[in-house]
């Protein structure tokens, strides 16, 4: 019984913050249009554009892991601290990074979309949404694999599309949580 109430506390709490997750899934979506608008001259641009979306990504998710319960947390822990080393790398030498996140940013597709399936599935019953985080982790499961099959380097354009790609998902992913956030509490304060 003590643990429903304080489940019910934290989802109260954090629902009050739900219009953040709407702000940083419309930051993403913005970072989508300005990444996919990007040429293969700029390649060190791109470079730290990946480290802002690293480190973005990261916060988002410390930000998830405060409203998340249960085991999910150390889920997204772990996904925002491959974010923050994604970020790190992206710092510290841009035009490297670039070509080298290339490679590891399949396999980081991967582990977020199934993520994403793998919560839709769950919250199907509490989350009337779940088809569209479905889809989401779906593409990005299929991206990620699109992606880790290049056998030579990764040309420059396929990054950037994929570094949008990526960003506009995560957008859509933002805000759909901030509505089941919301919904979640307008719930609350019925009962």
């Not at 934290?10 to 629902?15: D, F, I, M, P």
């Not at 930051?27 to 700029?42: G, H, N």
Request: glycine share 10%; proline share 2%.
């Amino acid at each position: 019984m003590n643990d429903r109430i304080g489940l019910r506390a934290a989802v109260g709490a954090a629902a009050r913050w739900w219009w953040v997750f709407v702000v940083t899934g419309i930051i993403w979506l913005m970072i989508s249009l300005v990444v996919l608008r990007f040429t293969t001259t700029s390649v060190t641009t791109v470079g730290i554009l990946i480290g802002v979306v690293f480190t973005i990504a990261a916060i988002t998710e410390f930000m998830i892991v405060s409203a998340t319960p249960g085991g999910w947390k150390i889920a997204h822990i772990i996904l925002a601290i491959i974010f923050v080393l994604g970020a790190i790398w992206g710092y510290a030498n841009p035009k490297d990074a670039f070509w080298a996140l290339a490679s590891v940013l399949g396999f980081m597709l991967v582990i977020w979309g199934a993520i994403e399936v793998t919560e839709s599935i769950l919250t199907r019953a509490e989350n009337p949404l779940w088809w569209l985080e479905l889809t989401v982790g779906i593409l990005l499961i299929l991206l990620g694999f699109w992606t880790g099959q290049q056998l030579l380097a990764v040309k420059a354009q396929l990054l950037i599309f994929y570094v949008g790609l990526a960003a506009l998902f995560r957008g859509i992913g933002q805000v759909v949580f901030a509505i089941r956030l919301h919904q979640a509490g307008k719930e609350l304060a019925s009962t």
